[in-house]
Nanobody, 125 residues
Framework: QEQLVESGGGLVQAGGSLTLSCVGS??????????MGWFRQAPGQEREFVAAISWRGGNLYYPDSRKGRFTISRDNAKNTVYLRTDDLNVQDTAVYYC????????????????WGQGTQVTVSS
């Protein structure tokens, strides 16, 4: 069955940069085109949209409040999406989730067909 697996999380220092990866495999990821994206959820907070990218990478989606520090990209040959965060601060501490859907706007609105299990990012000052 379809599966999304995140990696790259951990404990990092404020001011640095971090790149997360997510690999899709099985089912739809092998036979259909799909958009991918990232969400995050801090302790006691609601899950929030971070970024999304269309299946060929031609369309990028970012919340206006998060443009600049976050960069999403993908390598379709590897069925992998990346999220780079620059100038990390303690407010970036959260569980980061990968997401995928045949239609990019479904990801932006928080209703993708597939979710990853998440990877913890902890930023220390």
């Amino acid at each position: 069955q379809e599966q999304l697996v995140e990696s790259g999380g951990g404990l990092v220092q404020a001011g640095g940069s971090l790149t997360l990866s997510c690999v899709g495999s099985g089912g739809t990821f092998s036979t259909s085109d799909y958009a991918m994206g990232w969400f995050r959820q801090a302790p006691g907070q609601e899950r929030e949209f971070v970024a999304a990218i269309s299946w060929r990478g031609g369309n990028l989606y970012y919340p206006d409040s998060r443009k600049g520090r976050f960069t999403i990209s993908r390598d379709n040959a590897k069925n992998t999406v990346y999220l780079r965060t620059d100038d990390l601060n303690v407010q970036d501490t959260a569980v980061y989730y990968c997401a995928a859907d045949e239609w990019g706007p479904n990801i932006v609105r928080g209703a993708p067909k597939f979710w990853g299990q998440g990877t913890q990012v902890t930023v220390s000052s």
